[in-house]
């Protein structure tokens, strides 16, 4: 059984996303501050993290600063606020979802499900390889990437988006399509995400992430991968 942490400063919505997440076949703990969020994800290692913005002491933003120092473990992230720059900030600390409040609990299952359906999917057999493009080795089986023989730390949508352009390179990609792909569910056409995932995935990979050699933008298409 999965284990999904939670983490809310208000007992009603911990409680409500627990009833729903049980139902849904998940064991539950929370943590009502950031502070008691990280200890939790530490000696817990749950499978994800449905994770508010707004917490006391130690905010969600702070929270997944510090986990992404040591840890993979996918964050859906909440927030009450709709500006872009929370969400943009979320997705830029590592985050690998957001919902805003007031969300639908079915919803909130679905992409918990969705996630954790890419982080745990066994690959199939044609897919258990090494893919070699350029300095960049994606080792599909081991779910690690090395550049000039080099571990690089991604989160779980930078080596999704990864995998898949080098896998596919030299097609160019829509941003809807890639959102389509690594997303499973309707985004609403918030193509924002795919830039800035791009983005850091980059500043990880390219030597220039400002003149990037491999992952190419196609202008007013989306983007490829070019070896």
């Not at 994800?41 to 600063?65: N, S, T």
């Not at 960049?136 to 730390?153: F, G, L, P, S, Y």
């Amino acid at each position: 059984m999965q284990k999904i942490l939670i983490v809310d400063d208000e007992e009603n919505i911990v409680s409500l996303i627990e009833y729903n997440l049980k139902n849904a076949g998940f064991q539950t703990i929370a943590a009502y501050d950031g502070r008691k969020a990280v200890t939790m994800a530490r000696e817990q290692r749950p499978d994800l993290i449905v994770l508010d913005v707004m917490l006391p002491g130690m905010d969600g933003f702070d929270v997944v600063r510090e986990l992404r120092k040591e840890s993979n473990v996918p964050v859906l992230m909440l927030t009450a606020r709709a500006e872009e720059f929370d969400r943009v900030l979320a997705l830029e600390l590592g985050a690998d979802d957001y919902l805003i409040k007031p969300f639908s609990t079915r919803e909130l299952v679905a992409r918990v499900k969705a996630i954790l359906r890419r982080v745990t999917s066994e690959p199939r057999e044609e897919e258990k390889a090494v893919i070699k493009a350029g300095p960049i080795t994606v080792d599909v089986e081991r779910h690690e990437v090395h550049v000039d023989e080099k571990e690089i730390q991604l989160t779980a949508k930078e080596y999704e988006l990864l995998k898949l352009l080098v896998t596919n390179r030299g097609r160019v990609f829509s941003r809807e399509k890639l959102l389509e792909q690594l997303w499973d569910y309707d985004y609403f056409g918030d193509t924002r995400t795919i830039d800035v995932h791009m983005r850091h995935l980059r500043e990880k990979i390219e030597q220039d992430s400002a003149n990037p050699r491999y992952l190419k933008t196609i202008r007013g298409v989306g983007y490829k991968f070019e070896e």
